[in-house]
DNA sequence: TAGAATTACGGAGGACGTAAGAATA
DNA sequence: TATTCTTACGTCCTCCGTAATTCTA
């Protein structure tokens, strides 16, 4: 189980080839052919069918592991180095998009109003966010997501580094402009479980996550949505491709389709803050300007 | 950050020397003066202090990391070897003092009345509950802690492995029997933050929980208890040592206290099964036994 | 039969033990 | 000065590349 051996393994897997594996490692095909037996002889199991490269069962399992295994190493690697980096007038944010609101925009204004920060944004997928965090390529991660009001959202393990702040506003359905549904003050949501849905796990709230929230079956996601872009979603739900929710301030914004607030079940939209244990000066003074507000936290419903 | 590295730099640590740790690994000193130096020049920061032997600023970080790390690496070995193994007839329990109450043993009468199982029950501390059933040591895992009515408890990273149900009840704070507050139908337990505690973080609700849950400062501990042993707990709170939280049902019967429900904030005491994605026969009846009651989930009040 | 994984083999480097050398309480 | 960690060095073993071999779509 040596992570170099765990690594090739799931190179192999995303590339379904030995020899792609290969070449994306800078090693050779029979590098990684040896390694493949090594971790199956190690593990005393078959991992990998070959012709096609696919995961056996044992080896869908390991994949389960692998890549989480990984990221808490370089994580580990990461936070250590962070340590001993120059105090630096840069704040890199890995944001989902939802996240990226006003409030956060006004922040940054602040920031950058009170001292000189260069400030660069990325705004990725949620599990990219977390990512970015962890391994430091971002000081700051920003990531949106549905809860119970004053719950926290259901994150994977994030180590000891970092911690969490929060801010909470009211949620919403985005309908095609003109929908019967449109002119509603409020929609409850699981009124709506056996409607269409668009998924776009990275840009609205995942349908699975709607489902488990709810407590109720359907959401069931009838097209597809991949990336991180606010307004293409928006397009597409315009087009009646179907239904999404976003926070109610964003929603409400969006060209081309109408946000009717959710009232039932009562969630709100939450953004959590990953902090590392270690932050820069930038980050610790962003992390000041979001989380308190005369003292309060920012609340988007406050705009 | 070879794994191996990372075992001897925890070894070194939790041992305060390198020779205890090498002989505890089964090395020589030089291999585990040669591992540090090796895991200090890929990081490219000392770890360890010595003479005396003490972890740095950086290898304190690390440790923060390398026990997780070793625990989740161990835990995939584990789980792939699980998927191996022969079917048994013997289910072993891993459990936290305070979720061991009637319920579960009922429950294991059950599964005993409708199988020839042999059973194991083991009484050991939350963390290493999670590190049973992690590494397969154990089949199923039992955790109590406190929450607010229908949270899960907050635990650390399990990995894809193992999956949650739960049951809940009542809280109870025990007094001395005749103490002044023991008259009480209830308790708030924000009143009772400047009270003398004990912290015994593995048999009773750990007091930095109920700072937690509670959101307050205070509960802090002025005698601490190790181990995993409730009755002893309670001697301890019968010679008034301190008080400490304890499921209702449970802190009812024992002797030498009394039991006064908490009112205030609204928590339970929870209890969550820690499932193994691919659980022994045994486990999967017992998992039904204990989640299942008439189709609805076992409460402990219910008794 | 061509594309792709495996096996054979050799050289370079790494890992660990023995033993001698420094450092600190 | 005794204990404990470090360094030097030799051996063995592992790792990876080249190249020949086997497999299968």
Redesign the interface.
Do not use: K
């Given at each position: 189980?040596?992570?170099h051996l765990l690594r090739t393994f799931v190179a192999v897997l995303d590339h379904r080839s030995f020899s792609l594996a290969a070449s994306a490692l800078g090693y050779t095909q029979s590098a990684v052919s040896q390694h493949i037996a090594a971790l199956e002889a190690d593990?005393?199991?078959r991992l990998v069918e070959r012709r096609p490269v696919a995961a056996t069962?044992?080896g869908a399992?390991?994949m389960?592991?692998?890549p989480?295994?990984l990221l808490?190493?370089e994580?580990?690697?990461a936070?250590?180095?962070r340590?001993?980096r120059a105090p630096s007038d840069r704040l890199t944010l890995a944001c989902s998009p939802a996240a990226l609101g006003a409030p956060v925009a006004r922040a940054l204004a602040r920031l950058r109003a009170s001292a000189r920060v260069d400030v660069e944004v990325r705004v990725v997928g949620r599990e990219a966010v977390i990512e970015e965090v962890l391994t430091a390529r971002a000081d700051l991660g920003l990531l949106d997501g549905v809860a119970a009001p004053s719950?926290p959202l259901p994150l994977?393990?994030l180590?000891?580094?970092v911690t969490l702040a929060a801010s909470e506003g009211p949620l919403a359905v985005i309908f095609p402009d003109g929908h019967p549904l449109a002119e509603r003050d409020a929609v409850r949501l699981t009124d709506l479980a056996q409607a269409q849905w668009i998924d776009s796990p990275d840009t609205a709230v995942p349908l699975d996550r709607l489902r488990a929230v709810c407590g109720a079956d359907g959401f069931r996601p009838r097209f597809r949505h991949l990336g991180t872009d606010i307004h293409g979603l928006a397009a597409l739900a315009a087009a009646d491709h179907g239904l999404a929710v976003l926070p109610l301030p964003l929603a409400a914004a969006l060209p081309g389709v109408t946000a009717v607030p959710v009232r039932h079940p009562r969630l709100v939209h939450r953004t959590e803050l990953l902090h590392p244990?270690?932050p820069s000066t930038p980050a610790r003074r962003l992390t000041g300007l979001l989380t308190h507000r005369d003292g309060s936290r920012v609340h988007e419903d406050a705009d």
């Amino acid at each position: 189980m040596d992570p170099h051996l765990l690594r090739t393994f799931v190179a192999v897997l995303d590339h379904r080839s030995f020899s792609l594996a290969a070449s994306a490692l800078g090693y050779t095909q029979s590098a990684v052919s040896q390694h493949i037996a090594a971790l199956e002889a190690d593990l005393g199991t078959r991992l990998v069918e070959r012709r096609p490269v696919a995961a056996t069962p044992a080896g869908a399992r390991l994949m389960e592991h692998a890549p989480a295994l990984l990221l808490r190493l370089e994580a580990a690697r990461a936070d250590l180095a962070r340590l001993h980096r120059a105090p630096s007038d840069r704040l890199t944010l890995a944001c989902s998009p939802a996240a990226l609101g006003a409030p956060v925009a006004r922040a940054l204004a602040r920031l950058r109003a009170s001292a000189r920060v260069d400030v660069e944004v990325r705004v990725v997928g949620r599990e990219a966010v977390i990512e970015e965090v962890l391994t430091a390529r971002a000081d700051l991660g920003l990531l949106d997501g549905v809860a119970a009001p004053s719950d926290p959202l259901p994150l994977p393990d994030l180590g000891p580094t970092v911690t969490l702040a929060a801010s909470e506003g009211p949620l919403a359905v985005i309908f095609p402009d003109g929908h019967p549904l449109a002119e509603r003050d409020a929609v409850r949501l699981t009124d709506l479980a056996q409607a269409q849905w668009i998924d776009s796990p990275d840009t609205a709230v995942p349908l699975d996550r709607l489902r488990a929230v709810c407590g109720a079956d359907g959401f069931r996601p009838r097209f597809r949505h991949l990336g991180t872009d606010i307004h293409g979603l928006a397009a597409l739900a315009a087009a009646d491709h179907g239904l999404a929710v976003l926070p109610l301030p964003l929603a409400a914004a969006l060209p081309g389709v109408t946000a009717v607030p959710v009232r039932h079940p009562r969630l709100v939209h939450r953004t959590e803050l990953l902090h590392p244990a270690d932050p820069s000066t930038p980050a610790r003074r962003l992390t000041g300007l979001l989380t308190h507000r005369d003292g309060s936290r920012v609340h988007e419903d406050a705009d």
